[in-house]
């Protein structure tokens, strides 16, 4: 059941983050962590959590161009019980620009705070993702220019840096 | 005045557009690189690293040089959200990662120490260029094409008082994945530049960026001083958004 309602609970939020990204060019949007209440025998009707994280982007931000970003459909949980209090950390998934990673906190049977431990400006923090506007990066097919230049800065396939650094990442990631 | 040597392992070129430099100037950094080549070494037997990593030396028998590079490498590791990282998995200590960025700085700073303003050092692609070359115009950097090494470049930089590093592989077939989507493979990046205030934190921010794979663009975007071109397996090229300052000479 655990693990029923941290998937459900993942997917939701992932759909609500794809969402964001997607209505992005509205003034204001909000992610509702809610899960569908399908049993009527609960007491307390949902939603009653606390909508966490309210994302606001900033008035002057602008959509990033994102060629790749579609909406993720919204899965409706066909049955969902109480949730179990404690805390869970969902799976991290790409969100084109970095991963998204949230650690979710039930009391009660209910959503009492959202916790982004990932999310795609790469700061590890609880920092809610009001009006952080992506990175606008250019890109560009690279082409060959003239050689009329002082230095070259290139790789050497010999970097020995690079190879430690990349498999002590790989090492945390297990 | 120019001149051109193999040292540990790659090409470095010191090249002073200043009148009245001499073979003396330039020799002093080649015989700087020499020094932290035997200090810092793990391929000598006798640097002090290799003494460390054999448990040979003890933490406080450290040369301070040795003690302020392990300092800035944990330093980094931290900025870097563990992504730079010194220790092997077996334990012992390479801080090469870091030493080359570092050693290029202290070397401008030793012709700087000499009166001059207008040079570079290119140590294997990592360069600390200094006010303006022999024309009088910003000096000119390549970025070399990730894809012809030895043939291209595909951008053209001018910079004045800055450093500039290249990480990369340009190793065919070699593939990085996603350590969070293992079966997943991912157009991943074969290069990134950065530009910073010097050699030493654009190679150290570099290394580690690279490692990040595509988030790495994310972290140089963020950081405040430093532009970043990535250059992705498709030939695409992603660049932080005050990248293009660089590139109207």
Redesign the interface.
Known sequence: MKKLTLSLFVIVTFAGFGLYRWLQTSTEVVILVTPEPTQSSLPTPYPTAKPSPTVTPSAGATPPPRPTATPTPVITPKKLGQYVDGQYTG??A?AY???IQVRATIQNGLITDVVFLQY?????TSREINGQAM????????????????????????????R??????????? | MKETKILMGMTVTVEIADIGAGEADINAVFDYFNHVDEKFSTYKATSEITKLNKGLLTKNELSQEMCAVLEMCAETKNLTDGYFDITRPDGTLDPSGLVKGWAIQNAADIIKNRGFENYYIDAGGDVQVSGVSGDGRPWKIGIRNPFNPEQEIVKVVSVRDAGMATSGTYARGQHIYNPHHKKSEIKDIVSLTVVGPNIYEADRFATAAFAMGKRGIDFIENLAGFEGYMIDQAGIATMTSGFTQYTHA
């Open positions: 799976s991290v790409d620009y970095g991963n795609p400006n790469d700061r590890s990175p606008m990066l250019r890109q560009e097919a690279i082409q060959a220019q003239s050689a009329n230049v002082h230095i070259v800065s290139g790789a050497t396939d010999s970097s020995g840096a690079f430690e650094s990349l498999a002590s990442a790989l090492a945390k990631a297990q």
